[in-house]
């Protein structure tokens, strides 16, 4: 049998090196030359639909004209409620995107942790990055401790929705866009009623307006702008309260329900943009609101106030530990601020634009108009108004934790007897103690 010839086990060795440097040199050039996105599927606003893959894909088409070499890539299939556990597991894991979308309660965590760059540099140093561009209110979500870390890709801001069918037949005109408490009151008040003379009240003014609301509405902040001390010591905060519980009074003890608004015994029920955009198309996933004519309005305005709203505000970031700046400026930039692409938010989502030249366009408004048909036009003053005098956000690092405890007792005491200065003096000593931590 004729012997092998032996292999030299030298130029085995050399040629496994040149085949593994090829490789990781090759998934080096990869991993160089791709963009990663972190997006989510569903809606952050609690309403159905809500998909951002048309609108980042159609980013990507028009992002590869001017970087045809760079690869933009986003994992599907991560519903919107998983997101942030999926989110904070890439960033312990050193493997985040490059940029990502930013749930408003997630935004204070990732500033002050460091894990979003600072785009301030990036503003000042782009001479077509205009933050002017932008709804002050929807820019300034994306700030902490006076730096931008993340820009408004989407917003959603509260607006009234109001029974219009119910006020014909009390014979109650319609308030305008500038309205009142003191209108809100009176019309709640007179609407109350027996309808069906059974004892049993039927019919009622207003369903879901909350303290909160009413701090906004009555010109004040919930905390100062540090974060270091709450408001709730203010007169117009004790004002806001006692307002809340008198509406609440008129129910005379019944507690409203969202089904007695959408059965059409309700004339007032705050709901946001989102829930506009979603029922009000026909036919849809759910039908509701059938039997009465309905639309929208401001929320009203307080005596020390104006018609603010609070807005929601979806955000995108760059990630700290990113090695591709100005590919991932240039995707943000595009994302955030180019009109085309923020024209696809009222055709692909249920949200509204940031960018004031898209919202307050003759071509959205026609869009909005031909997707509410029944002859219910959307005011484009109304939107425009709504998200020019939002709420300013509350962004610093314990927020969120003090928000809830805020909200689980003042959301009780609106409806019971409790003196509510007295509790509104204990609630302060409870919100110091926390924010001094």
Same mark, same amino acid.
């Given at each position: ?76 299939? &991560?519903?919107? $409620? #998983? ?5 904070? %597991?890439?960033? =312990? *894991?050193?493997?985040?995107?490059? @940029?990502?979308? &930013?749930?408003? $309660? #997630? ?5 002050? %942790?460091?894990? =979003? *760059?600072?785009?301030?540099?990036? @503003? ?314």
């Amino acid at each position: 049998m004729e012997e092998t010839k032996k292999k030299n086990p030298l130029k085995i060795l050399l040629a496994t090196v040149i085949v593994l440097s090829a490789l990781f040199l090759a998934l080096t050039f990869k991993e160089q030359h791709t963009l990663r996105i972190g997006i989510f599927y569903g809606s952050n606003w609690e309403v159905p639909g809500t998909m951002h893959y048309d609108i980042i894909d159609q980013a990507i088409e028009k992002y590869k004209k001017e970087y045809p070499s760079i690869r933009v890539v986003y994992e599907e299939g &991560i519903p919107s $409620e #998983d997101y942030s556990e999926w989110l904070f %597991g890439e960033i =312990l *894991k050193g493997t985040e995107p490059d @940029l990502y979308l &930013i749930l408003e $309660e #997630d935004f204070q965590t990732l500033a002050a %942790g460091g894990m =979003l *760059k600072p785009l301030d540099t990036f @503003l000042a140093a782009d001479d077509e990055a205009e933050d002017s561009a932008f709804y002050p209110m929807a820019i300034a979500a994306g700030q902490y401790q006076k730096k931008q870390y993340a820009l408004p890709f989407s917003c959603n801001p509260t607006l009234m929705f109001v029974n219009k069918t119910l006020l014909k037949k009390e014979g109650i005109a319609l308030p305008d866009n500038y309205w009142t408490w003191e209108e809100f009151y009176t019309i709640c008040r007179q609407t109350v009623r027996d309808t069906d003379g059974d004892g049993k009240l039927d019919q009622f003014g207003c369903y879901g307006y909350t303290w909160d609301q009413a701090v906004y509405a009555n010109g004040i902040r919930l905390f100062n702008e540090e974060g270091t001390e709450s408001a709730v010591t203010d007169d117009r905060f004790l004002e806001a309260m006692e307002f809340v519980r008198s509406l609440e009074e008129t129910n005379q003890g019944y507690q409203v329900s969202a089904d007695d608004f959408d059965l059409g015994h309700v004339v007032f029920r705050p709901l946001t943009f989102s829930d506009y955009r979603t029922y009000m198309p026909y036919p849809w996933r759910i039908k509701k609101y059938s039997d009465f004519e309905w639309n929208c309005m401001p929320m009203p305005a307080g005596p020390s106030g104006t018609n603010t709203s609070s807005m929601e505000t979806l955000l995108f970031g760059m990630s700290a530990r990113t090695h591709k700046e100005k590919e991932a400026w240039d995707f943000l930039k595009l994302l955030t601020m180019d009109e085309e692409i923020q024209k696809l938010i009222y055709k692909d989502s249920s949200g509204a634009s940031p960018l004031k030249a898209v919202t307050r366009s003759d071509e959205v408004m026609e869009f909005l108009n031909e997707d509410t048909p029944g002859g219910r036009d959307i005011d484009l003053s109304l939107l425009d108004q709504a998200i020019a005098n939002a709420a300013a956000p509350e962004n610093f690092r314990l927020h969120q934790e003090v928000y809830d405890k805020m909200d689980s007792v003042l959301s009780v005491l609106t409806k019971s007897r409790d003196d509510i200065r007295t509790a509104l003096f204990n609630l302060t000593r409870e919100l110091d103690e926390m924010l001094r931590q």
